[in-house]
């Protein structure tokens, strides 16, 4: 039973990801005109302030560093307020709702796409496309957009809002000096019968978790620990970044949100034994797993406390810093192992420009010049991931650790609900999961009580259609 959402990525994408694909042509496709070369009519807004607001994170950083270039180039100056992923999807709602004005452009998480377009907070970005007037970035090229992404951020309904932004996507990283130590890969066959390696099934991953997970004073590849080592990280908290990783177990396991007719899906048999999985990988990975985002969880990897973690692809920098990471240079990164299926949980904000905002056609030019290759490629540089197709093969970058895996997983993504309903509906499988980590409930009643709380916020709205 597949019950992932509907919206896996296209064929497109994955030729788009092909290691051989060619860049797109496009109107010039330079990786020099992010700053400079704009079209006729560069400054037609010239003296404009656009307001924006982002989540604080690494490609948003790295835009921020870059607006100097773009107000050069047009004029408009960029105003970019920067802010948590809950204060942002909070201070955004607040204007939308008090119909405000306060921002020209909006990150929003990708799952609220519905929501926004459903209650009129965003608007179509077609009309600006069609208008040649607003051309005014010659190395902007629309058909150099990974479909994919661009689809999953931003298309409801056959109409475009926005474009992606800082996307990103789950895989397994993993001590790569500790799967080739000599030492461990004897002791692993001598207790488990078969070689450590890269593991393609999650019954090898649990076996790792476990051989993995020893006391301080114990001795790994060759030294005594100092402090407490574990197999696995969690990202156990209420918080989104249980949904996103549980996903990944309960799609693999063939479960999920939703069954292929649209109907409640969560407490499957298949569901069910997905989040058994995960709360007996708990006793693998360090105390405290509820209190666990992306964040901590980054953190434990770069401490080198965790052997091997589900997480997302962008945190991978992070761990490849030599001035912040006692792991640099010893990570591998991998797909993640399968039950029944492949699986790779995609996340992305989208760049949305709302329907109160005081300067749209200003803000649609911002977001051409942000999909152009040298913006795009500095992000990349910075530690974010492009939404360009000719900067996934740029040579400045496929030579980074994680970008093969990274290319790999995106081919398999599949994306959570993006129904309007989605942000009640992630706040109570996310409770209920914390519960079960934590050892409040059993996964059963736990994803029971989850159906039966959808139920209501659905509203008799089954089956459900993924727009």
Excluded at 205 to 225: H, N, S, V
Excluded at 392 to 398: G, N, V
Aim: aromatic share 12%; net charge negative.
């Amino acid at each position: 039973m597949k019950t992932r959402s509907k919206r896996i990525f296209s064929i497109a994408l994955i030729a788009a990801m092909a290691l051989t694909l060619v860049a797109c042509g496009g109107s010039g496709g330079s990786s020099s005109g992010g700053g400079e070369g704009g079209g006729e009519g560069a400054k037609k807004f010239a003296g404009t302030t656009l307001h924006m607001i982002a989540e604080q994170q690494t490609p948003t950083e790295s835009l921020k560093k870059q607006l100097g270039d773009f107000e050069e180039l047009t004029g408009i100056k960029v105003e970019l307020e920067m802010a948590p992923y809950d204060d942002v999807v909070q201070k955004e709602t607040l204007a939308f709702e008090s119909k405000s004005g306060a921002y020209d452009i909006v990150a929003a998480p990708y799952e609220f796409l519905g929501k926004y377009v459903v209650n009129e907070y965003v608007q179509p970005i077609e009309p600006f496309m069609e208008d040649e007037s607003l051309a005014i970035i010659d190395d902007y090229d629309s058909a150099d957009i990974i479909e994919g992404m661009w689809k999953a951020s931003a298309q409801w309904e056959d109409k475009i809002y926005g474009v992606p932004a800082n996307s990103c996507i789950m895989f397994m990283t993993y001590r790569k000096d500790l799967f080739d130590n000599a030492d461990e890969k004897a002791a692993f066959k001598e207790k488990y019968g078969y070689d450590l390696a890269v593991p393609t099934d999650w019954d090898q991953y649990r076996d790792i978790a476990e051989f993995f997970t020893r006391k301080k004073g114990e001795t790994l590849a060759g030294e005594k620990l100092e402090k407490d080592m574990y197999g696995v990280s969690i990202m156990g908290k209420r918080h989104e970044a249980s949904c996103c990783e549980f996903l990944n177990y309960a799609w693999s396991w063939g479960g999920g949100a939703f069954d292929d007719e649209g109907n409640i899906a969560i407490n499957s048999d298949e569901t069910v034994e997905s989040l058994k999985y995960w709360n007996d990988l708990v006793k693998f990975a360090p105390p405290g797993v509820t209190s666990v985002t992306w964040d901590e969880q980054t953190t434990q990897i770069q401490q080198g406390i965790a052997a091997m973690a589900i997480a997302f692809n962008d945190c991978a920098p992070a761990y490849e810093d030599p001035d912040g990471s006692v792991v640099a240079g010893k990570m591998g990164y991998a797909k993640l192992p399968v039950k029944k299926e492949d699986a790779a949980h995609y996340g992305a904000w989208s760049y949305l420009i709302p329907t109160d905002s005081k300067n749209p056609e200003a803000a649609y030019v911002f977001l051409e010049w942000f999909n152009t290759p040298a913006v795009q490629k500095q992000i990349a540089l910075d530690g974010g991931f492009p939404n360009l197709t000719s900067v996934y093969e740029d040579p400045d970058l496929t030579s980074l650790p994680y970008w093969e895996a990274s290319k790999e997983v995106y081919a398999i993504s599949s994306t959570r609900p993006r129904i309007p309903e989605w942000s009640e509906m992630s706040a109570e499988l996310s409770l209920q999961l914390s519960n079960t980590l934590s050892g409040k409930a059993e996964p059963k009643a736990a994803l029971d009580a989850v159906a039966k709380e959808w139920a209501k916020i659905l509203d008799g709205k089954l089956p459900v259609t993924y727009q």
